[in-house]
């Protein structure tokens, strides 16, 4: 099959790069991450074109015996006009369908605010990564044990990555202490993908996103021969006009389904 969509093509490099099984079935990809079964879009189908009516209940009886023990379902739609397609029958079946927006540049982010407080560096340290830990964990208000898990199994991945040269993650510290943090992965190819931009609710709008998307750049381009920046944000995410005053363009809109599984 193939991919059309750079949003789902920087997935699936991320995927392949963090050790997730990509398997192209011709008419669909199924993607596994058997190290964490509870990620769901770590465990999905990419389907080449958006639903139409009948195709639910096929696609439904494949994943469910492609993933006969998950609790959710995730199916990505890949194309570049977030047509969700035939809507009725998948939501009929409990799931929801998700747009995100998927943005690029070529040139270097130019943030539009500075924190004089903030250092800004690549995390390298085992104390920067409890630190990114503990700052997933605030973030996401994260307060059971299988979300604890789940945060815990996704940053050894992430971790792992990063160790093994296939990118970058940068925090934004605060007096020493990390307050926002991003990634960068790579497959050497030119393309460069952000990965969960995340700050601290109390040191919002001080610039450091900005500040550690710049500072990731700079770092991937000069050291990786990064030359195009990926990056993805829903629809309604408060971050997409920080993107775009950081220099991305809009380049395509992205389409998926997907039920969660159940809490608690």
Do not use: C, K
Request: aromatic share 8%; glycine share 10%.
């Amino acid at each position: 099959m193939e991919v059309r969509s750079l949003g789902w093509q920087t997935d699936l490099m991320v995927r392949r790069l963090a050790g997730s099984s990509v398997e192209d079935r011709g008419d669909h990809i199924v993607v596994r991450t058997p190290h964490n079964p509870d990620y769901w879009w770590g465990n999905f189908f990419l389907m080449p074109a958006p639903p139409r009516a009948g195709d639910a209940e096929t696609w439904l009886a494949q994943f469910a015996a492609e993933f006969p023990g998950a609790a959710h379902v995730a199916i990505g739609l890949d194309g570049v006009d977030g047509d969700v397609g035939h809507e009725p029958d998948l939501r009929a079946a409990g799931l929801v369908p998700e747009l995100s927006v998927v943005l690029t540049t070529t040139t270097l982010p130019q943030p539009v605010r500075v924190d004089p407080a903030a250092e800004v560096r690549a995390l390298t340290t085992d104390e920067d990564w409890e630190q990114e830990t503990a700052l997933r964990l605030l973030v996401r208000d994260v307060d059971e044990v299988a979300g604890e898990r789940f945060i815990r199994r996704r940053i050894a991945e992430t971790r792992e990555l990063i160790d093994s040269g296939r990118g970058l993650w940068v925090g934004g510290f605060v007096d020493g202490r990390l307050v926002s943090s991003l990634g960068l992965v790579t497959d050497g190819s030119g393309l460069g993908r952000y990965q969960t931009v995340e700050t601290h609710p109390e040191f919002r709008r001080r610039g450091l996103a900005g500040l550690g998307i710049r500072h990731a750049a700079e770092l991937a381009m000069a050291s990786y021969g990064v030359n195009r920046l990926v990056i993805i944000a829903d629809v309604d995410y408060f971050a997409l006009d920080l993107y775009r005053r950081l220099g991305f363009a809009d380049a395509e809109r992205q389409a998926q389904w997907e039920r969660p599984a159940p809490s608690g």
